[in-house]
């Protein structure tokens, strides 16, 4: 099968290349999944996993990538609660071969079906983006009707999902970004936007909670604006400071197969809406991850054209 390999931790995005790789193996309680879409993380080949499974073993060459849509083909030993042809989307865990391949190997608990008629390209910039936000909102910071929250980096595939989750309970969403930013933070439902090139913080106020995805200078100034009782959530960093009166909390996405069907129903219903933006073939993955390429929304690879796998009426 082709997939996108990198080999040498040190060569950064100019490692990555398309090449012949083993078809996976299906494991007890794994999928096989044909991967029609991927999403990926830019700074995922910084991260330890990327480059040695749980027990620390070197596992290069490494397949990249941690979201995905597709389609399940094979079940391993003793899997429940999935069928072979089934439409699916979720994670692939962060110390195996990722999404970035035609097939791939995953954790039947880590995928949710998808519904018909939802892209697979939309479905491929949910998972981390829509686990991470609810997450994030509902199950650290608890937040609820009639809060203030400050989401830093509205525009982004994590803040974007914040924003529209966190105005469906009924909060109050101050949106910060760059100037370009506004106008899809105020689409998504934000009511008052902050330039966080131009506008002081300060005047934000203090909010019930703040959403960082950004960390550094940022995240420290953040802190101040949290009122007591209130909670700070990063995806970013570990906080160095904690707010008065208040806490602050790092944390990393988990799989969550009840919220991934939560989140597709908002999906199917239009109630939520992932920004995708550019959506590129397996080849020209290299590109996509590097890191001067800034485009709205979250770049997908498409590994399998839609169109050319419906039947011609």
Known sequence: MRAITVRDRTAGVGGLTLTDMPYPHAAENDVIVRVHAAGFTPGELDWPATWSDRAGRDRTPTIPGHELSGVVVELGYGTTGLTVGQRVFGLTDWARNGSLAEYTAVEARNLAPLPAGIDHTVAAALPISGLTAWQGLFDHAHLTTGQTVLIHGAAGGVGSIAVQLAREVGAHVIATGRAGDRAVARTLGAQTFVDLAADDLRHVGEVDVVFDVIGGDILERSTALVRPGGTLVTIAEPPTV???????????????????????????????????????????????????????????IQLVDEQETRSPE
């Open 242 to 300: 904690q707010p008065r009166d208040g806490r602050a909390i790092f944390f990393v996405v988990e799989p969550d197969r009840a919220r991934l069907a939560d989140l597709a129903e908002r999906l199917r219903d239009g109630r939520l809406n992932p920004l995708v933006g550019a959506v590129r073939p397996l080849s020209e993955t290299a590109a996509a991850f590097a890191p001067d390429r800034r485009t709205p929304g979250k770049t997908i």
